[in-house]
């Protein structure tokens, strides 16, 4: 085992939309990046291209497959990472999944409830777990900021009862960080929680004019979609120890969509 020089970031989910771009802005900022997908034939060919786009940046990348709702898959995502580099600095808790599908919370069914609470919520406690043993066992290596960083939504405060399953993994989410940051401030491990707004990302493009018409009505006070980019610098300036004397921060990357207005 070989210890790197650069800091290592493992992001979950990377290997499209916001993850891809949180993996892609590490690399650029100076992070050897683990990146994460289901362990399928489309998920390795997916991960293969970021390894390749990642390297353009001078980074030294692996791609860890892996479903992360499976608890047992975690130990060998971790593994491999120090094998290769010997420290992990950040892990980034990306992977999520939206509700199976939208209707009455009346009519939501035990099974996609608990698939929510699995992908969402369950697989962060356990793999934050993991790698927050790692950090405190290896220490701070010459200077450099340990940080666990999850992705939650703004739907962990602002409630939509045609989904209530994913609103609850998402305030579940929520209160991850705040145990793990409150447990970790006094090891010098910062733990913040991002909430994204409405993002411009594959996923959303199939409501796309929908949220164009509320957009432009002033759903968001800043009248403008979210974008991949605004939410992997904020990602990188937690990594990077930007907020020094925070614990459990929660940030709005959200355009002012969490805002009461009227």
């Known amino acids: 085992m070989t210890?790197?020089?650069?800091?290592?970031a493992l992001v979950t989910g990377s290997t499209r939309g916001i993850g891809k771009q949180c993996a892609i802005e590490l690399a650029r900022?100076?992070?050897?990046?683990?990146?994460?997908?289901?362990?399928?034939?489309?998920?390795h060919i997916r991960?293969?291209?970021?390894?390749?786009?990642?390297s353009q940046y001078g980074a030294d990348a692996l791609a860890c497959p892996g479903d992360v709702a499976e608890l047992e898959h975690h130990q060998p995502i971790l593994e491999s990472i120090l094998t290769r580099w010997g420290r992990l600095d950040c892990l980034v808790n990306n992977a999520g999944t939206a509700a199976k599908q939208r209707g009455d919370m009346l009519e939501v069914t035990a099974?996609?409830?608990q698939y929510c609470l699995d992908i969402n919520a369950r697989a962060m406690f356990f793999?934050?777990?993991?790698?927050?043993?790692?950090m405190l066992q290896q220490g701070e290596i010459n200077g450099q900021h340990r940080s666990i960083v999850n992705i939650t939504s703004c739907s962990a405060s602002i409630l939509s009862v045609n989904r209530a399953e994913y609103c609850v993994s998402k305030a579940a989410?929520?209160?991850i960080t705040q145990l793990f940051a409150l447990r970790l401030a006094e090891e010098g491990i910062?733990?913040?929680?991002?909430?994204?707004g409405i993002i411009d990302t594959d996923m959303t493009r199939v409501v796309k004019p929908k949220y164009d018409r509320q957009i432009a009505d002033g759903?968001?006070?800043?009248?403008?979609?979210?974008?991949t980019q605004d939410i992997a610098q904020v990602v990188h300036s937690v990594a990077a120890g930007k907020l020094p004397f925070t614990v459990g921060q929660i940030i709005n990357v959200d355009g002012g969509l969490n805002i009461p207005h009227f």
């Open 127 to 134: 793999l934050t777990q993991r790698a927050a043993n790692i």
């Open 47 to 54: 991960q293969q291209e970021l390894v390749e786009l990642l």
């Open 173 to 175: 989410a929520s209160m």
């Open 29 to 43: 900022q100076g992070f050897n990046v683990a990146i994460n997908g289901r362990d399928t034939p489309e998920g």
């Open 3 to 8: 210890l790197t020089t650069r800091p290592v």
């Open 219 to 227: 759903l968001v006070p800043m009248k403008r979609w979210g974008e």
């Open 111 to 113: 099974e996609n409830y």
């Open 190 to 196: 910062g733990v913040y929680e991002i909430r994204p």
